[in-house]
């Protein structure tokens, strides 16, 4: 059993292997082999068939010579008077040697004792011959039988009432010579038959088949290189015509696809590059915004040091100008010690002075203009777009139409938004929603900063907008900027207030002129 799972395993691997082979090779190599293998098994068959046709003819024509040789002998012997075996014998050599294929000629007679010959062309007596002279007596027919390469036919008869069987013996070897003659006739004209057959087809094929077959691929090779203008010739109305149209008509659509996808990647690019650009500018507005409320922080931590060290130092120098003043109304005092009195007393009006400065430099002007507070919320909004997608926080902006106008300093007024989203987009570090809300309260306007992070702590809402006072870790704010926000709000005659939401987060909401309600409900959240 082994010995017989490793030869199946040996015959499939070598089918396989020869499939390989076979599918490795060409299509016009492939159709030749099988045009080569067709004619070859035809031609080979035709040949088999006629050797075969001719060789039973032939063996029918030999039959037909046994037959006709022993009814001849039998008609010869019948029409005898008498039989002497002498005569017959030379009879039957005349006869042997007329005909060339016969190789033997016996007269049998039927006695009490059995069969026995009478005479034959043979040197010695045959069993064969006795048993087909018995066959054919009992038969009373012409009876014929074949043995190696001779075949033997013999005719009853009835010589003066005693039964007797002529037997003619002729040899097959004719047929035999045939056979070999047509093996080698087949082997000899079967490979130029399918030689030429096979080049002619292939001459045919060529025409009909592969020409077209490599122009299809040759167009499809340059279309696959990247020449989508290539065509396919069509050069019939077949079935490989129509191939050709329908891949001449698919590569149309697909140079046009093509076409209208570098037209759309072209305006894809170019809007790209405009968002680009467009990003670019909002990140520089960004930074200019940035440096402001950095630049607005100092300055209000400037001014805030400023008043504290006028009111630090203002109260001891008064004191001190007033004792000045004082001791030079003495009308007994040195004049020399007057003159060094008034030398203090100008030093105290000087520091006075730069106290005076610094609190002036602190305090920026502001600079009104009409404008939209839409437009306010909307750029705010896109510079921390950017952020805030960074975060997957989702900005709502709810505008009204028509927008409010408001008189306002524009950059200080942004710098308060910002200020308001910064500290939103803060509260929500792993996402969530930041909603910016305008509304128009009869003469005045009501901004709303919502956001849904964890809100703000209860015993730091009341200070939240005290300087250097802030809910982030150390190292990440200063505790000004909502301390600016007041105080841009409030140099702009508004009012903001801080409070938390119900559920989660917080609110800022800014009043700007008019009577503004700050019990307003918050606007639902999303």
């Given at each position: 059993?082994?010995?017989r ?22 299509l016009?190599?492939r159709?030749?082999?099988v ?9 080979t ?30 008609d ?17 050599h ?5 005909n ?14 059995g069969?026995?010959?009478v005479a034959?062309?043979l ?13 054919a007596?009992?038969?009373g ?12 036919a ?9 039964p ?5 013996t ?8 045939v056979?070999e ?5 087949a082997?000899?004209f ?24 490599a122009?299809?691929?040759?167009t499809?090779?340059?279309a696959a ?16 015509g129509?191939?050709?149209?329908g ?13 209208a996808?570098h ?5 894809a ?11 670019g500018d ?13 630049r607005a922080?100092?300055?209000a ?5 400023a ?8 109260t ?8 000045v ?14 003159e060094?009195?008034?030398i ?12 005076r400065?610094?609190l ?11 404008t ?22 989702r900005?709502e ?12 300093d ?20 792993h996402g ?8 128009a309260?009869?003469?005045g ?8 992070g ?12 005290e300087p ?6 150390a190292?990440h ?11 841009v709000?409030?140099a702009h ?16 909401v ?9 019990s307003?409900?918050?606007?639902p959240?999303?």
């Amino acid at each position: 059993m082994p010995q017989r799972a490793a030869a199946h395993d040996v015959a499939v691997h070598n089918r396989h292997t020869v499939a390989g082979w076979f599918r490795a090779l060409s299509l016009r190599v492939r159709l030749l082999l099988v045009i080569a293998a067709i004619v070859g098994a035809v031609v080979t068959a035709v040949a088999v068939l006629e050797v075969r046709s001719f060789e039973r003819t032939l063996e029918q024509e030999i039959e037909e010579a046994a037959r006709l040789t022993a009814r001849a002998v039998a008609d010869e012997l019948r029409s005898s008077r008498a039989v002497d075996p002498a005569d017959v014998r030379d009879a039957l050599h005349d006869l042997a040697e007329a005909n060339p294929l016969v190789r033997s000629i016996s007269v049998v007679a039927l006695a009490p004792a059995g069969p026995e010959l009478v005479a034959s062309t043979l040197s010695e007596e045959r069993a064969d011959v006795l048993a087909l002279s018995t066959r054919a007596l009992a038969a009373g027919v012409v009876t014929t039988e074949r043995r190696d390469d001779l075949l033997s036919a013999a005719a009853p008869m009835r010589v003066r009432d005693q039964p007797m069987a002529a037997v003619a013996t002729v040899s097959l070897a004719p047929v035999q010579q045939v056979r070999e003659r047509g093996r080698i006739i087949a082997l000899v004209f079967t490979l130029p038959v399918i030689v030429m057959v096979t080049w002619l087809v292939d001459l045919t094929i060529r025409a009909l088949v592969h020409r077209p077959i490599a122009d299809i691929r040759g167009t499809m090779r340059r279309a696959a290189q990247g020449e989508l203008d290539a065509r396919a010739s069509v050069m019939r109305d077949d079935e490989l015509g129509a191939v050709s149209a329908g891949l001449n008509d698919m590569l149309a659509r697909l140079e046009g696809f093509n076409a209208a996808l570098h037209e759309r990647v072209r305006d894809a690019t170019d809007e790209l590059r405009a968002k680009n650009v467009q990003l670019g500018d909002s990140y520089y507005q960004l930074l200019m915004l940035r440096e402001a409320l950095a630049r607005a922080e100092r300055m209000a931590a400037l001014g805030h040091m400023a008043a504290s060290v006028a009111h630090q130092a203002g109260t001891p120098l008064n004191l001190v100008s007033g004792y000045v003043q004082m001791v030079r109304a003495d009308s007994t005092l040195d004049p020399r010690v007057k003159e060094r009195l008034l030398i203090v007393e100008t030093q105290i009006q000087q520091v006075t002075r730069v106290l005076r400065t610094m609190l002036d430099q602190a305090r920026q002007p502001l600079q009104r203009e009409r404008t939209s507070i839409a437009g306010i919320v909307e750029r705010v909004c896109d510079l921390a777009a950017p952020r805030a997608a960074q975060a997957d926080v989702r900005v709502e902006r709810v505008l009204p139409e028509p927008p409010p106008m408001v008189d306002v300093d524009v950059v200080q007024f942004e710098l308060v938004l910002l200020a308001l989203v910064s500290n939103a987009l803060d509260a929500m570090p792993h996402g969530g929603t930041l909603t910016v809300s305008v509304m128009a309260t009869g003469a005045g306007v009501r901004i709303e900063v919502a956001d849904t992070g964890p809100g703000i702590a209860a015993d730091r809402l009341d200070r939240i907008f005290e300087p250097w006072m802030t809910t982030k870790p150390a190292g990440h704010g200063t505790g000004l900027g909502l301390g600016i926000a007041r105080d841009v709000v409030s140099a702009h005659g508004g009012t903001i207030v801080a409070r938390n939401r119900d559920g989660s987060g917080a609110v800022f909401v800014i009043g700007l002129g008019g009577s503004v309600n700050f019990s307003v409900p918050d606007p639902p959240c999303p």
